[in-house]
Structure formats: structure tokens, C-alpha cells
């Protein structure tokens, strides 16, 4: 089945890097994506990678990806104040128009 | 520019009333819409998404329902709610996959 999986709490230091983790189960998958959600509000688009890569670098954003063991993470450098938020990871189903999210992880940055 | 809009923001609502969320998106054609619904712990559930007018997908049994009546407007109905529709409702599209998913605002449920 779709399942996507995430620890639920992150609590950083500022400063400090985040590295927020995710496993996934549809190896097919083509697309892999983080999204961030503000409080109270619609998720937002951060980053994704292609299938076919191991690693993408965004400025202050690394996403890392194990296709082996389905495995995909993401490293927030220097992380500030405002990046206090949840993080769903997500995947797009192959030969359908679904999009199946995690269970977000809620980062909390201490000052 | 596209937009997308989600009402009510917020909503409560007595255990055996019925239900009506509106998504409208703005500024693209022939969207692919979703309806996700977010629970505490459960994180994001995918509940119907629609590829065209009148084609509705299902992911879960439940007693909502989705509509599709014209090309931009998404529709989430219960004619009953139960005290676990409670979540925070998520209406979200995307032009051509995949792709990135551009979300709504939300709408707050809480059935009493």
C-alpha cells in the first residue's frame, strides 16, 4: 500500500542543522517532495527531487535520497526562527494523479 | 496568477448536520483538484481528487463526499457529520503532474 512515514517532533537549537527524515514504500515513485506548513495554514512547496538523483541542494535546503532503502530526509543549514513549522514529505503515485503526504514532522526552533 | 480559495476558514458544527466546503481555483484550466483533510497525528489524508468535471475519485470510505460541478469548483458534502470529520480541510490543484500541489488556506472543522 501508499504509505508514507516521519517522525513526528524535531526541536533544534538556532543555528543548529535539522535534518527532518521520511520513508516512503512506492519504490515507482517519480517525484518526491517536501512541503513546509505555517500555523494554521495551507502547505507550501519547498523543494522536490527527480527519482533518478541522489541529492539536491537549495540554498540553506539538502535533500538527500536512498532509493535502496526508500529513504529521503531533509537538511535545514543554520536553522532560524522562522523555520518553526511541520514538513510533510510527499510522493506522486506513478500512472495515477495522487499525491500521498506523510505524517509531518513539527519543528520547533529554540532561541 | 492563479489562486486558489477555500470557505468557510472556519466552521463548528453540531454532530448530525450536514456539511458544505467550497474550493474555487481561479486562473488555470482543466485543474486537477484534491481534497485532503489533516487530523492531529494522522497527517495529511488524502480524500477525493478529481481529474474533470463530474469525475470524482474516492480514497476512503467515509460519509463525505465530493462534487465537481463545474471545471474550477471542488465541492466536500456530508449530509451527516460524525464528531471524526473533525480536521482542518485542505482543497489543493495542480495544472498537469506531477508536479508541485499549490494549497489552499484551509477550513477548520469542529463537529460538537
Known amino acids: 500500500g501508499e504509505d508514507v512515514e516521519q517522525s513526528l517532533f524535531l526541536s533544534v537549537r538556532e543555528g543548529d542543522s535539522s535534518v527532518i527524515n521520511c520513508t516512503y514504500t512506492d519504490s515507482s515513485s517519480t517525484y518526491l517532495y517536501w512541503y513546509k506548513q505555517e500555523p494554521g495554514a495551507g502547505l507550501q512547496l519547498l523543494t522536490y527531487?527527480?527519482?533518478?538523483?541522489d541529492m539536491k541542494q537549495d540554498q540553506r535546503l539538502t535533500v538527500l535520497l536512498n532509493k535502496k532503502d526508500k529513504h529521503l530526509s531533509l537538511r535545514i543549514a543554520d536553522t532560524q526562527t522562522g523555520d518553526s513549522a511541520i514538513y510533510f514529505c510527499?510522493?506522486?503515485?506513478?500512472?495515477?494523479?495522487?499525491?500521498?503526504f506523510g505524517t509531518g514532522t513539527r519543528l520547533k526552533v529554540l532561541a | 496568477s492563479q489562486t486558489i480559495h477555500q470557505w468557510p476558514a472556519t466552521l463548528v458544527q453540531p454532530v448530525g448536520s450536514p456539511l458544505s466546503l467550497e474550493c474555487t481555483v481561479e486562473?488555470?484550466?482543466?485543474?486537477?483538484l484534491y481534497w485532503y483533510r489533516q487530523a492531529a497525528g494522522r497527517g495529511l489524508q488524502l480524500l477525493f481528487y478529481?481529474?474533470?468535471?463530474?469525475?470524482i475519485s474516492s480514497e476512503v470510505p467515509q460519509n463525505l463526499s465530493a462534487s465537481r460541478p463545474q471545471d474550477r469548483q471542488f465541492i466536500l458534502s456530508s449530509k451527516k457529520l460524525l464528531l471524526s470529520d473533525s480536521g482542518f480541510y485542505l482543497c489543493?490543484?495542480?495544472?498537469?503532474?506531477?508536479?508541485?500541489?499549490?494549497f489552499g488556506e484551509g477550513s477548520r472543522l469542529t463537529v460538537l
Open positions: 527531487i527527480f527519482s533518478n538523483m
Open positions: 489543493a490543484w495542480i495544472s498537469s503532474g506531477p508536479g508541485e500541489l499549490f
Open positions: 486562473g488555470t484550466s482543466n485543474p486537477n
Open positions: 478529481s481529474v474533470g468535471i463530474g469525475q
Open positions: 510527499a510522493e506522486s503515485i506513478p500512472g495515477t494523479y495522487k499525491y500521498i
